[in-house]
C-alpha cells in the first residue's frame, strides 16, 4: 500500500511539473530564433494574471487591418519593473518587438515597446535591436 502512494504522489508531483514546464515553455509558443517589430495602433490592454495582452491593429501592404495580441510578462513582475495597466491606452501608436507566434498566429512576446508619441521606451527598444525573420 505504501509503494501505492508513494507511486501516485511521485506522478502527481511529475504531472504538476511537466504542466508548469509546458505553461512557461517559450519555445513550444514562439519562434525564439526570429525577432519580429509590429507597429500599429494599440485596441485594448486584457491586464490580468498569469500574463497580461495587448492587442495591436497593425495595417498589412495591401490596405487590410489584422490585430496581433503581445503576451507580456507575469503582471506582478511588470509592474515591478515600472510598467502598469495605465502604461499604454487604446488609441495609442507603438512598436512592439518580440519573438513571433509558431503556427503562423498573429501572436508576438512582448520583449519591448516604443511610443512615437512621447518617445516612451519601455524594454527593448524596438527602434534599434536587431531583427530577424
Sequence with gaps: MKTTLSCLGVAT?????????????????YHVDQRIVIEGVVT??????????LFVEVEQDDGSVVTWAAEMAPTIWMTKHGYDE???????????IGNPGREGKRLIT??????PADGWVYGRDPRSAHVSQ
Design 13 to 29: 508531483v511529475i504531472a504538476f511539473a511537466a504542466t508548469a514546464s509546458a505553461h512557461h515553455s517559450r519555445p513550444a509558443a
Design 44 to 53: 485594448q490592454l486584457f491586464w490580468r494574471n498569469p500574463h497580461p495582452f
Design 110 to 115: 512582448f520583449d519591448g515597446v516604443y511610443r
Design 86 to 96: 495605465d502604461s499604454i491606452a487604446p488609441g495609442e501608436r507603438i512598436m512592439v
